[in-house]
């Protein structure tokens, strides 16, 4: 398995252009989360999903838009990047059967905008 | 919401044992405390978590006061690849699983 996956690693927007930051697995997990860490800082979390089709708002989504169609997927979307947006993205995955509800986390992705 | 508190950093010696603090007193009695760790920069991972009970595994241990408005992580055997950012997290019991993190515990572990 390879886990939570995410692409691109690093990128370098400009003011009001526009990107996806993509994020799969295959542990065939129901919930997906996105979360953003600013520098010195904990996890944000921007919006989450619990199955496909399913998303809902986390503390800060202003901003950033999703969606959900396959249960693998779940993309991140930018419009009008701002440099309020400079962050590290951290996409991840849980179970939502009984038990433990361990989310898995993918490397990140690092976004600056200047 | 329950929230966390912890303390900013810690140093710990090398081989001794770790013990990291969390005070999460407005806790309500479905919610279970888990912890996290972040090496660097990389995604956190799962430490343990626990409800009510004390437990361990391979990693650590975790103590909850019997009122369970605090908790105890314990790393038995510090090692220098333990020096991380630790997290310890109320999960919610409203079905969706969010975490809401804090800043964490900066724990330096020392030659």
């Known amino acids: 398995n390879a886990g939570v996956t995410q692409t691109p690693k690093f990128r370098i927007l400009k003011i009001g252009q526009s990107m996806t930051l993509q994020c799969a697995q295959d542990?065939?997990?129901?919930?997906m989360y996105w979360y953003r860490q600013d520098p010195g800082m904990g996890l944000k979390l921007i919006y989450y999903?619990?199955?496909?089709?399913?998303?809902d708002k986390g503390e800060v989504p202003n901003g950033y838009n999703v969606s959900r169609s396959t249960t693998e997927d779940f993309p991140l979307r930018l419009e009008l990047a701002a440099p309020s947006q400079t962050s590290v993205y951290f996409c991840a995955s849980s179970y939502s059967g009984r038990g433990n509800y361990e989310q898995y986390f993918g490397p990140g992705t690092r976004l600056t905008v200047t | 919401d329950a929230k966390t508190t912890q303390p900013p950093s810690m140093d710990c010696a090398e081989g001794r044992a770790a013990n990291l603090p969390c005070n999460h007193s407005t806790i309500s009695g479905n919610e279970y405390v888990y912890w996290y760790r972040q090496i660097h920069s990389q995604g956190p991972q799962y430490i343990i978590h626990?409800?009510?009970n004390n437990e361990t595994n391979e990693m650590a241990s975790l103590i909850i006061t019997e009122d369970r408005k605090s908790s105890t992580l314990i790393l038995p055997h510090a090692t220098l690849r333990d020096t991380a950012v630790y997290y310890c997290i109320v999960r919610f019991a409203s079905g969706t699983y969010k975490y809401i993190f804090g800043t964490g515990t900066r724990l330096k572990v020392l030659a």
């Open positions: 542990m065939n997990h129901n919930y």
């Open positions: 626990g409800l009510k």
């Open positions: 999903s619990v199955g496909a089709g399913i998303t």
